[in-house]
């Protein structure tokens, strides 16, 4: 296809191409689209990060991105104040929440994949089905449930809550993973001695490795960042049970003024995310971008 | 040893409304050592024979029996067979020698040592050994087969199946493994079905073939006899290439006569009942251009498609086109006239109605006085 346009062999070299010009011009096009798009995103990032650093006086009065005067000053104050419990219990729900998602729905994403059995596509539209009601719109009687089990103003309630809301996007997707790796690994795998389990374990579970990827990537940011339900669940305990945007909830609430402390618990609670993400990333991208996994 | 029998073999697929049968009645038996070819058109259940042979499809009914013993309900690693995919199915992230070594791994108590002794003679057998660190992913076509063998020989197997093992390779990469795979077969002896539905495969590599149609086997036997003495028109179209030419004519006395077209009753086919409707076949490499005036029927040559030392001249006689196998260039143009003919012992004779071979020749060429062409192939 590039050689069509790059080299001919009917003299057209010599002179510049209309393709050529309509080649390039698309790239251009292209990069200005993903320079707009990429500016949209990062923009408010970089307008709190540029709050944060500064000191309260500046927040009303500077419109420059780069700060005059920086002062790690709201660093200082917001390090001081709970937010390394929170982020320490975020971590903690959201490590055991992805954690707990992949238990469920691995094994159960292979066995969608390649059992027939009765009932299959019901069962998996009725997941589906449950992955269209929002959260928010069953976030009461949620909440009675779990406070009748005892299960609210605890950390354990939030992680089962989490897995259980989030099964139906995970298996749903890994699932569709699982359906691009051809069979014949697990029959080759059969033949070889394995049972269904091991065929999992030794055979499937590598190539599907960055479909898992996906799951635990998407899973633990929005587990991290998750406000409605960590909120409706834990707000009646304690201060120290609280998760880092609720944390970041009460900064804004108690020190409504202090911009520059919100931003900067804002920015201590995205570098987490940036370093799991940068951390995980050959996965993400392969699992999104790679299809099946050929012989 | 390895003597592989399967006992009326039927399988279906689904329930209710949409049940595919995909195999019926199915009955063969393979000689220890002997290399079978299952051949058939797409859909015809080559694999799902296969997989039932395996033990990675659970039979509907019948059994299959290695060497005297029933296996149709143990599992696949119990029966000792070992399969070759299509598309190779090697371990993504095992390195070839991870791949030969998986199954003994899993399925044997041998030693880290003595498991890498015997990976690395299979790999000096299928010449691989430098391609034993190699992932998968970093192998050509030609390298992942000779693996994915590789995966099969080690374990030894009483049985080998091989599922269109050649298919994703490219012609001439096809030809040299074809060779290559038969050797193999033959030092090893080791009792083998061999899927495919290419019939050079079939006709080159098989001690015997097994031609199916629609889940249901039409004739098994050695390659020639199933093409000089097919049971049944399908089989007779099917193997063969250009495909046999079919007539629609009736028997009138001595001659079966259709539209432009008469040609007499061979002594062996005097017994068909007269006025009766049947098919006469003929290969398109048993018809001979003869003198005008002198032939059985005569032809417009349409198209003319030159092969080089052959070509395929396609005739009209009488509306139905007839393709004949002639010499190379210059032997018809297109256009002309011809008269055409053929030897009593290639007409081949079917039921109008269901298509079984009737009036049947005896032996094969080489077993005659007389000498015939072979049949040609690639
Ligand atoms: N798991 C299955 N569920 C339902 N139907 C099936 C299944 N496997 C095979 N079939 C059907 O059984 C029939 C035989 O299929 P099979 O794969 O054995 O054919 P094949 O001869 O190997 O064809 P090909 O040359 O295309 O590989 C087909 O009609 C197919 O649709
Ligand atoms: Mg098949």
Redesign the pocket.
Known sequence: MAGSTDTTVDGRRAGISWSRIRRYGYDGLTYLVYALAIAFFLFPVLWVLSLSLRTEGAVYTSLELIPSDPSLGSYREVLDSGILGWMGNTLFVAVLSVTGILVVTTPAAYGFSRFRFRGRRTLLLAVLGFQMISPIVIVLPLYEIMRTLGLTESHAGLVLLYIGLQIPFSLWLLKGYFDTIPTELDKAARIDGCNRLQTLRYVLLRPVMPGIAVVAIFNFVLTWSEFVMAYTMLSSGGEGLYTLSMGIYVFDNQLATQWTNVAAAAVVGIVPIIVFFVALQRYFVRGLTEGAVKG | MGRLEIDRLRKT??RGGDK?E?VSELSLSVADGELLVLV?P???????TLNCIAGLESVTEGEVVIDGEVVTEKRPEDRDIAMVFQNYALYPHMTAAGNLEFGLKMTTDLSAANRRERVESTAELLDIGELLDKKPKSLSGGQKQRVALGRAIIRDPAVFLMD?PLSNLDASLRSTMRTEIQQLQDDLDVTTVY?T?DQTEAMTMADRIAIMYEGELQQVGQPLECYYRPRNKFVAEFIGEPAMNMLRVTRRGDQFVADGFEYPVPERADGLPSGEPFTLGVRPGAIDIVEPETGVATGTVEVVEPLGETSHAHLNIADTTVTVTTDGPGSVEEGTQVDIDFPAQRAHLFDAGSGVAVARRDGLPGDQTESYPNPRYD
């Open positions: 697929f689904g595919v995909a058939g797409s859909g015809c259940g080559k694999s799902t269109e899927v539905h």
